[in-house]
Each structure stands twice: as structure tokens, then as C-alpha cells.
């Protein structure tokens, strides 16, 4: 089990941010590892970690509310940096199913092309843990396939901690 050592409770460290009850609910259990920002202080990184999932569009929630009521006067941005360390439960098909949606709000921020590239693909799973992206062949998928796989990757390993084998065909 991943050990968080003296992470805070996330409403321990923002004790007056007010956020709607499902959001309240969501972050009841969420742990901040730590805060960092850059030398110009216009940055804000705040690293959570979690044991279940949150969809990305409540994420960037949070962090429009941490701007809005907490540093509304201050030309800085905000980031949540977010871990998971999830129940055996979810395989990597699992956690495709579960968070394909906010991986096309992720890569609408990128791209509408990529996202609709990936909206239009068959994912299946091979194995444990090797997903196949069959991605519609045009000219412009080889240049936004790049962006995909290494998004997936990212969220698979560096966010899940799931070992994932990203495969890509073309139709």
C-alpha cells in the first residue's frame, strides 16, 4: 500500500473553501502530499492523492474554486496534480470505461482533432494489461497519435500507477 507519510487531509490545508456537497464528498478522503510553486509564484502545483477516482472535469472544478476564493487578486495558476492508488478492482479496461471521458476532456484541451480521434477509436484489451487504439487512418492521425499515446500513458502510469502497453492500429 502506497504510503502518503504526513499528507494533509485536503480540507485541512484549504479550511475555507467552499465547494457544492458532491464535490465536499469527493475530497472528504483526499490527501495533499505537498505544494510547490515557481520562482515568479504564478504557479501553483498541489499534488493530491487519492483512493478512488475523480473525473478530470472536477478536478479543474477544484481548482477554479481554489483561484476564485482564495487567490482571486493573485495573477497565478492553479494545479492539481493528481495520484491514484486504486483496488485491485480496476483493471486497465475497467479504468478506460470508467475514465474515458475525462481523458477526451484532456485531450480536447490539446486538440479537438485528437480528441475526436479518440472518440472515434475502438479500444479493446489484450491480456492484462496491453490496450489496442485502433485510430480512424487519415493524414492527420499520424501527427496527433504521438499526443494520444503519451497522454495514455501518463494517466495510466504516472497518475494510476498501472502498467499499461499502448498499441496502436489504424483502420
Known amino acids: ?18 465547494v457544492e456537497e458532491s464535490i465536499q464528498r469527493l475530497f472528504a478522503d483526499v490527501k495533499v502530499r505537498k505544494i ?3 520562482a515568479t509564484r504564478d504557479f501553483l502545483h498541489v499534488y493530491i492523492f487519492s483512493r478512488h477516482v475523480i473525473q478530470k ?8 474554486k481554489i483561484k476564485e476564493q482564495l487567490f482571486a487578486t493573485v495573477m497565478v495558476n492553479i494545479r492539481l496534480e ?4 486504486l483496488s ?3 483493471t486497465p479496461e475497467e479504468l478506460m ?10 485531450l480536447k484541451q490539446y486538440s479537438v482533432l ?46 494510476f500507477g498501472i ?8 483502420r
Not at 493528481?82 to 492508488?85: G, L, T
Open 97 to 106: 470505461s470508467e475514465y474515458r471521458d475525462s481523458i477526451m476532456l484532456e
Open 57 to 64: 472535469k472536477v478536478i479543474w472544478q477544484m481548482e477554479q
Open 114 to 159: 485528437a480528441a475526436s480521434m479518440f472518440e472515434h477509436a475502438r479500444i479493446t484489451f489484450e491480456e492484462k494489461n496491453i490496450c489496442c487504439l485502433e485510430l480512424i487512418d487519415t493524414i492527420v492521425s499520424e501527427g496527433k497519435r504521438e499526443y494520444i499515446v503519451e497522454l495514455l500513458n501518463d494517466i495510466f502510469h504516472k497518475r
Open 1 to 18: 500500500m502506497e504510503q502518503i507519510g504526513n499528507a494533509k487531509a485536503f480540507f485541512e490545508v484549504f479550511p475555507t473553501l467552499k
Open 36 to 38: 510547490t510553486t515557481n
Open 88 to 90: 485491485e478492482q480496476y
Open 163 to 170: 502498467p499499461v502497453e499502448i498499441r496502436v492500429a489504424y
Open 82 to 85: 493528481e495520484q491514484y492508488v
